[in-house]
């Protein structure tokens, strides 16, 4: 039997599971391209959050990572929240440790504290407001002047939001291990080589990378930028799943990966890669790994997540948007 009709057995099975199970399929900008082909939604985590709080579905199925999930849940703690493979986690994650950043955090208790959504439920919960990549800059504009801000965990966005709102931010050392290892060097020399082509980039890059950018935005944004420039080739710094989304976007144009500073295959993430079609189909089929989250925590949680939508959008997405 050939890998294409092993292929199609599974994409079968995953359709009729999908109906019989009501189940919605998330799928972020940096999933392995045979799932975002599989997913009802794909986009970043601010249009993946919006669906996650919009779904009528009975079971969500989120091809991404823990936090993204747990986000899902956070918004719908009725609702069956599985993940393909529960190790799939984030260097953001993990590099903020609730109890370290509470000891941290207290050293201003006048400040607010904005956190990225890349991050653990419980820090959430001892936040003011979430945000994520595409609403960070409108979040800390939101915040009087006046009042200290903490952001956490990500400095390189943390750096870039204090540059772009031209306020002091206090940053959480913490960085995401696909966006720090892309190399200044290697964008200098694709520049030389494509003139025409715009670098985009992520601004969870490094400010080397970043000084080097025509245009810095979510994974959504660098999607929408390439789509409706009238440039034809662009330097994508971030991670290089999204590729497949930016090529279906604008099938004529061209996409080139940024290399990483020692050339390995690092610009994609490996949280990400754990997730495969075989564990999508046994997550739907087993309703397991699940998602599940104590309610206080849960509750604090929301809190954040919600004042972030209120924002952003005005009001927190309902069902019936
Ligand atoms: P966005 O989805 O906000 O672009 O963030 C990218 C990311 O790092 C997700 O893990
Ligand atoms: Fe976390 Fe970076 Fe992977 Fe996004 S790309 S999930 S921020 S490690």
């Known amino acids: 039997m050939t890998t294409t009709l092993i292929r199609d057995d599974l994409e079968l099975e995953i359709d009729a599971l999908r109906k019989e199970r009501n189940a919605v399929i998330l799928a ?4 392995r391209p045979e799932l975002q082909d599989l997913a009802d939604h794909v ?7 919006r669906q996650a709080a919009k779904t009528t579905a009975d079971v969500i199925v989120f091809a991404g990572v823990k936090f993204m999930a747990e986000t899902a849940k956070i918004l719908n703690p009725g609702r069956t929240v599985v993940l393909p493979d529960l190790e799939a986690g984030c260097s953001l994650v993990d590099g903020c440790p609730p109890e370290q950043f509470r000891a941290w955090r207290a050293q201003w208790p006048d400040a607010l504290v904005v956190t990225y959504i890349n991050s653990s439920i419980e820090l959430k919960a001892m936040s003011d407001y979430t945000c994520t990549s595409s ?21 390189n966005l943390g750096a870039y939001l204090a540059k772009v709102t031209g306020r002091e931010l206090i940053l959480w050392p913490g960085s995401c291990m696909v966006h720090e290892v892309f190399s200044d060097k290697q964008v200098v020399l694709l520049k ?57 976007a604008a099938p004529d ?11 390995c295959a690092c610009n994609e993430c490996p949280h990400m890669k754990r997730n495969t079609v075989v564990k999508l189909r046994d997550c739907l089929r087993d309703l397991r790994p699940e998602i599940t989250v ?15 939508f209120r924002v952003c959008d005005g009001a927190v997405p309902t069902r019936g948007d």
């Open 28 to 31: 972020h900008f940096y999933q």
């Open 43 to 49: 986009g970043d985590s601010l249009q993946l959050s």
């Open 135 to 155: 609403n960070a800059r409108q979040v800390i504009e939101a915040i009087p002047r006046d009042r200290p801000v903490i952001f956490a965990p990500d400095k």
């Open 192 to 248: 030389d080589e494509h003139p025409d082509a715009p670098v985009l980039a992520h601004p969870e890059c490094e400010e080397r990378v970043l000084r080097h950018a025509d245009y810095i935005g979510s994974t959504a944004g660098i999607l929408e930028f390439a789509r409706k420039s009238e440039k034809r080739k662009f330097l994508v710094g971030t991670e290089a799943n999204i590729i497949h989304a930016m090529k279906k």
């Open 253 to 263: 144009k061209e996409f080139i990966p940024i290399p990483t500073l020692t050339g």
């Open 294 to 308: 104590p309610e206080d925590l849960r509750r604090a949680a929301l809190r954040p997540i919600e004042a972030m």
